[in-house]
């Protein structure tokens, strides 16, 4: 009987007022986010921490206090676990998390993913398209944790899933759903569906991270799916820090234009598979009253995939492929999600945990 650890990567988010400037320093200083060489790294995240702490407190002061991120990855966690247990009977299943910037940390998941004395490892992000600062961060944080436990089970890193259907086929469906209900509630009311996607900045891109790409590819499969025209979307970039140039356009840029000559908006949270700040807060709150001020006809955020049985079936599909692969390939290859003009997509390897 083979005994199965699957890793559930994600950002991680304060769960409450008092961890808010920890986990904004565990993020701005990674060396994945803000390049700089140390000390000035350091200096940096510091800096940030200080200036933004005090909006990011108001931001999660709208959910309790704190991040729902870790409560809802749990529940991903809880739903895949099911899944592969249904699917593998005769092998022992556990699905564990861990977070990027804060608990659970890699250090502590892989304790106790050693104690559980696995035959396999599955390393999956709940990032579907790859970026250097999310799907490379994360992984390369657990292979360094990982290969300190000096445990001989293989890892095998599942590195990006931008088309996969339980994702594409969600999204679609609930903007099919959303589309249908607004002809019965708008009828013959112009409308844009906006694609909102995290935004990154333009030099990380322009140093060859395929994030862009992925968002692309992800937004035109759920848009063929659902039957748009070209003319009826468009991909956004939200969540901007600092004065340097991001990914555009910028989603609140054209949320205020589009309100402006008062058409409807659907926005299609594309980069996230949970709730969390970004689309509780950033897109439910702060850009619905800025279309609606503007004179949006209407505003519509779908919801994010969640725990859907397809989305969950999707995940572990991946998984599944993951483990039955043998050779030393690309991970994203299992379908061919890296294009070849772009770099960066991660590696599978074959650990042996020697520290």
């Known amino acids: 009987m083979a005994r199965i650890a699957v890793i559930l990567f994600n950002l991680g988010g304060p769960d409450n007022q008092k961890a808010v400037s920890g986990f904004l320093y565990n993020l701005f200083s990674d060396k994945a986010i803000i390049k700089a060489p140390q000390p000035i790294r350091f200096l940096l995240a510091k800096f940030i921490t200080w200036r933004r702490q005090k909006k990011a407190k108001k931001i999660y002061s709208y959910l309790g206090g704190g991040s729902p991120i870790l409560a809802n990855t749990q529940e991903q966690a809880e739903a895949l676990e099911n899944k592969l247990r249904q699917n593998f009977l005769k ?70 899933y931008p088309t996969l259907s339980g994702f594409t086929e969600v999204m679609a469906k609930s903007l099919q759903k959303e589309m249908v209900q607004l002809q019965r509630d708008f009828p013959g009311t112009p409308y844009r569906v906006l694609f909102s996607a995290h935004g990154l900045p333009q030099k990380i891109v322009e140093q060859g991270d395929p994030y862009d790409v992925h968002i692309a590819t992800s937004a035109a499969a759920v848009a063929e799916k659902a039957g748009l025209r070209p003319d009826q979307w468009q991909i956004t970039y939200q969540s901007r820090v600092g004065p340097v140039l991001w990914l555009k356009p910028y989603s609140e840029n054209v949320i205020r234009e589009l309100s402006n000559q008062h058409q409807g908006l659907i926005i299609v949270p594309i980069s996230f598979v949970s709730e969390h700040s970004e689309t509780l807060v950033e897109l439910d709150i702060t850009y619905r009253d800025l279309a609606l001020e503007a004179g949006a006809a209407f505003y519509r955020r779908l919801p994010t995939v969640g725990i859907d049985e397809i989305f969950i079936q999707g995940l572990a599909n991946l998984t599944e492929q993951a483990m039955r692969s043998k050779s030393s390939i690309t991970s994203c290859s299992l379908e061919g999600y890296c294009p070849s003009s772009k770099s960066g997509c991660y590696q599978r390897t074959q650990l042996k945990g020697q520290p």
Do not use: E
């Open 91 to 160: 092998d022992t299943v556990k699905v564990f998390i861990s977070m990027r910037y804060w608990h659970p940390f890699s250090q502590q998941v892989a304790s106790q993913v050693k104690d559980f004395d696995p035959n396999q490892i599955i390393a999956l992000p709940l990032y579907p398209q790859f970026s250097t600062t999310t799907t490379a961060s994360s992984l390369d944080n657990w292979q360094k944790t990982w290969k300190k436990q000096g445990h001989l089970a293989s890892v095998t890193s599942v590195c990006c």
